[in-house]
């Protein structure tokens, strides 16, 4: 019924930048939240960024200041914005639109 697209990962390197949109569509009028989770080898999925239909925004600690969560209300597309990236950073990053998971997308941190 609803699909949840991401895309924009790939291989960086450290202190480098990259940009992830999440795209939502099917029979859907429109989204709620819609957020950001990573999960790396060996470890839990844990909760990056998240964005309130009205635009209000959090974020995990350890992404603070680095990371920005935006969206397009009328595209019902998601991003993520990632600077300054550190190797801790590498994971499969999903993207949670409304009650919807993606499939997941690989960010690689790497020199």
């Known amino acids: 019924q609803v699909q949840v697209v991401e895309s924009g990962g790939g291989l960086v390197q450290p202190g480098g930048s990259l ?3 999440c795209a939502a ?4 009028g429109s989204i709620s939240d819609m957020g950001w989770y990573r ?3 060996g470890k839990q999925r844990e909760f990056v960024a998240r964005i309130g239909s009205g635009g209000n925004t959090n974020y995990a600690n350890s992404v ?3 990371f920005t969560i935006s969206r397009d209300n009328a595209k019902n597309t998601g991003y993520l914005q990632m600077n300054s990236l550190k190797a801790e950073d590498s ?3 999903f993207c949670l639109a409304g009650r919807w998971w993606g499939q997941g997308t690989q960010v690689t941190v790497s020199s």
């Open 64 to 66: 603070k200041g680095r």
């Open 19 to 21: 940009r992830l949109s």
């Open 25 to 28: 569509s099917g029979t859907i």
């Open 39 to 41: 999960q790396a080898p």
């Open 91 to 93: 994971a499969v990053y």
